[in-house]
């Protein structure tokens, strides 16, 4: 619990009291976030260090990292920089042994780097750099850093920023969708067996695994959609193997969209990313009394793993880059 409050209103008093009986979180709280330097993971870095979490805001690019730790402290924000490249095993080992070695530990993880359609523009994303940053990334981090969460009454946080592209709907295939719907049987195997299917289908010009309303959009979206699937598989795998830590030492694992959001990656359309990073900041600071585990959220609401509605709302076409 962080300094109490001095009001004069008694009313008033006692709301900033159960205001601060709900901050579990103080200074000694750590924070990673992935993907910090710019768009979703620098407002959530921004968030989390505004409410006192301290952050360690990383990037693949030490440069980039360095500019935006610098904005942050400019206003006046508590904000670490490590390099991290989470397609990179030695960076990933680097970061955690540097965490190690200065805090000792951490209590939060915001898995949000990611690639997408439009990060390479003019051509279709190679299937490999999509998964192996979207869904790889997220595992081998998670793996890496899970022995660092330090016990604590409040619980530690995984929140993997995913999508609504990655709701089960999208999955075509009967057999692959139950699998990737049955939590008590789902490991880590079965998720990369369909995204070797996946990838076998596109090798060979054919559809498979996923239900996409046209070929150019499996084009643009598949290797896309399949990571976040995958990635929204990992958050169940993660959070059922985790599910019986006993009291004080428990990780809620959970995960999100963003909702469309101007950022590079959706070209500047969608609402702002103090709107994409609100579910994520929410997850990660809710009272423990609160958290639940291996959820798919959307605006600060549970929807489920299989939810379509939305995922093509957007104006998706208009999105496909040129070839
Ligand atoms: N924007 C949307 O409409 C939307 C919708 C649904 C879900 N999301 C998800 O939200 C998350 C954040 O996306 P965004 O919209 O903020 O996109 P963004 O502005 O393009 O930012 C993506 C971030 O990920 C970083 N990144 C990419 N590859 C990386 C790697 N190998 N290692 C470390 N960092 C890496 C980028 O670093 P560089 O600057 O070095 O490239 C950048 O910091 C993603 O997971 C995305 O899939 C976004």
Redesign the pocket.
């Known amino acids: 619990m962080t300094g109490t409050t001095t009001v004069e209103s008694p009313m008033l008093a006692t709301y900033f009291n159960n205001l601060n009986a709900l901050r579990w979180w103080s200074k000694d709280t750590i924070a990673v976030v992935?993907?910090?330097?710019?768009?979703?993971?620098?407002?959530i870095v921004r968030q989390l260090a505004s409410q006192g979490v301290t952050t360690i805001l990383?990037?693949?690019?030490e440069n980039?990292g360095q500019q935006a730790l610098g904005a942050l402290k400019e206003d006046g924000l508590d904000v670490v920089f490590h390099q991290?490249?989470?397609?990179?095993s030695k960076?990933i080992g680097e970061l955690a042994t540097w965490i190690e070695a200065r805090f000792g530990g951490i209590d939060i993880l915001v898995?949000?780097?990611?690639?997408?359609w439009s990060?390479l523009p003019n051509k279709v994303l190679a299937a490999k750099e999509v998964l192996?940053?979207?869904y790889y990334?997220v595992k081998n981090l998670t793996h890496a850093l899970l022995p660092l969460f330090r016990p604590s009454p409040a619980g530690s946080r995984v929140v993997n920023?995913?999508?609504?592209?990655g709701q089960l709907a999208v999955v075509g295939n009967n057999k692959w969708r139950q699998q990737l719907n049955d939590e008590d049987n789902l490991n880590e195997e079965v998720i990369e067996s369909i995204i070797q299917a996946y990838l076998k289908d596109r090798a060979e010009g054919m559809n498979n695994v996923l239900l996409m309303p046209s070929q150019e959009l499996l084009e643009a979206y598949g290797n896309?959609t399949v990571s976040?699937v995958a990635c929204n598989a990992h958050t169940r795998v993660v959070a059922r193997d985790l599910a019986n830590r006993k009291e004080g030492e428990k990780v809620f694992v959970n995960c999100m969209?963003?909702?469309?959001?101007?950022?590079?990656?959706?070209q500047n359309?969608?609402h702002s990313?103090e709107e994409?990073a609100d579910t994520a900041v929410w997850l990660v600071l809710l009272p423990a009394a609160e958290c639940v585990t291996g959820k798919f959220f959307l605006k600060r609401t549970d929807r489920g793993f299989v939810y379509i509605e939305e995922a093509f709302a957007?104006d998706a076409q208009s999105m496909i880059p040129e070839k």
């Open positions: 992935t993907g910090g330097n710019k768009g979703i993971g620098f407002e990383t990037a693949r690019d980039r991290l490249d989470v397609t990179d960076s898995n949000n780097a990611g690639i997408g990060s192996d940053t979207n990334g920023v995913s999508s609504m592209a896309y976040k969209c963003p909702g469309v959001t101007n950022t590079a990656m959706s359309q969608g990313v994409g957007i």
